[in-house]
T-cell receptor, first 113, second 114 residues
Framework: DAGITQSPRHKVTETGTPVTLRCHQTENHRYMYWYRQDPGHGLRLIHYSYGVKDTDKGEVSDGYSVSRSKTEDFLLTLESATSSQTSVYFC????????????FGPGTRLTVL | KQEVTQIPAALSVPEGENLVLNCSFTDSAIYNLQWFRQDPGKGLTSLLLIQSSQREQTSGRLNASLDKSSGRSTLYIAASQPGDSATYLCAVRRGGKGTYKYIFGTGTRLKVLA
């Protein structure tokens, strides 16, 4: 499982509240990603990081921010959660190199009421 | 803009059949293509990775092929089993220096009947 954990695994929150999801990896990989998965849309990239303090936007970054102050942790923050952000959120890592694959965490199911 | 399509969206087959899942992409300038399996309520499990310079990769009963010029990849599953029931997704990593983004298809939901 490439040593990836996500917390919390489930969360229910109310519209307008801030939410932070955490992705933790134990293998010192450089690249980390946040995706959301919704029916009919597949997985869509929110943000990714290519090193400590180095991040970039994906295709659905509006309403989300990220931070990476340590190699092992990549945080996804919803500053003011909306019902449209109800989704399953997956963290992934890529080890880099020619033959390395992308590996995923177990996911966080977020419900915004 | 790269788009990745997987057809059919769902597939139901009897146990023992050999089957092919399809993945199409619009921009042939890819770095690699990866196939994943996702069980209900679970994360994604990597199955096979094909580099843009490769034609196919094999792992057990799985064989993935890549035809960049036609923008297609296929995942062949031999002698399907009920345990193969899952959603299968393909993801394309864009080519070019400094591109670390992956574009996913919406998946094919496979059900293998005992």
């Amino acid at each position: 499982d490439a040593g990836i954990t996500q917390s919390p695994r489930h969360k229910v929150t109310e519209t307008g509240t801030p939410v932070t999801l955490r992705c933790h990896q134990t293998e010192n990989h450089r690249y980390m990603y946040w995706y959301r998965q919704d029916p009919g849309h597949g997985l869509r990239l929110i943000h990714y990081s290519y090193g400590v303090k180095d991040t970039d936007k994906g295709e659905v970054s509006d309403g989300y921010s990220v931070s990476r102050s340590k190699t092992e942790d990549f945080l996804l923050t919803l500053e003011s959660a909306t019902s449209s952000q109800t989704s399953v959120y997956f963290c992934a890592i890529w080890a880099g190199g020619l033959y390395n694959e992308q590996f995923f965490g177990p996911g966080t199911r977020l419900t915004v009421l | 803009k790269q788009e990745v399509t997987q057809i059919p969206a769902a597939l139901s087959v009897p146990e023992g059949e050999n089957l092919v899942l399809n993945c199409s992409f619009t921009d042939s300038a890819i770095y690699n293509l990866q196939w994943f399996r996702q069980d209900p309520g679970k994360g994604l499990t990597s199955l096979l990775l094909i580099q843009s310079s490769q034609r196919e990769q094999t792992s057990g009963r799985l064989n993935a092929s890549l035809d960049k010029s036609s923008g297609r990849s296929t995942l062949y599953i031999a002698a399907s089993q009920p345990g193969d029931s899952a959603t299968y997704l393909c993801a394309v990593r864009r080519g070019g220096k400094g591109t670390y983004k992956y574009i996913f298809g919406t998946g094919t939901r496979l059900k293998v009947l005992a």
